[in-house]
């Protein structure tokens, strides 16, 4: 198998992966840790994730590498395949947050008169808590929180190892900052890329998605022919909830 870059979900640092990597046939999985910090801010675009993307990859001298993004990072997945295409010898997007005509339109409209914050996972994103005094009282916020409740459970222990990270002001905060968080949900993709019907590729959507409805696959079958759709028993974070049935999917593909 051709080395993976993956890209992560929003807020949820490449690390916590981990497990998923070593179910994964590949020998070398590479990631961006914490996309959308440092060098690369999000400034209102993933296309600016995309270039964060491409810059790795360009740092790495990668050629013919396995695209795999979730959420978000298979939008930047796809934003750079259709950018630079020969860095890439399959995109495989799971649950990628880039939906129909119809949603996109309402996204924009709704950004357009101000709502943005009150749709989607963005309301629950600004009320987030972001410190802790310990790891302890970290682990039971997160516990019950239902984002976390259907994780595996070395996923959840990889979370914790690496979605935190020592305070300046004492104990723990998110190591993926909050407020880059909200900036990447504010920035939900609203325009296609000119060259997108060339792209080809799978993509695997959870059966029970809250995010990605039954309206968002129809119009990828119809927009993106040169794409395989697959549809997966599960919800929009399955990869952290099954990642051993999902890097079995993964490698059946690859």
Known sequence: MHPIQFSHANGIPASTYSYLFQQLNSSEVNFVERMGHGNFPVNGSLNNLATELIHSLDQQKAESVIGLGHSSGAVATLLAASRRPELFSEIILIEPAFFSNWKRAMIRMATGLG?????????????RRDRFPDLETARSYFLQRRLFQRFHPQCFEDYLTHGLKPSDHGGLELAFSKETEIEIFRSTQTYAPKNLRQLKGKMLFGETSDLFWKSD???????????????????????????????ELINSLC
Do not use: S
């Open 217 to 247: 696959v129809a119009w990828w079958k119809r927009a993106l022919p040169n794409f395989q759709l697959i549809p997966f028993p599960g919800g929009h974070l399955f990869p952290l909830e099954q990642p051993d049935k999902t890097a």
């Open 115 to 127: 709502l943005a914050d009150r749709l989607g996972p963005t309301p629950k994103a600004l009320k």
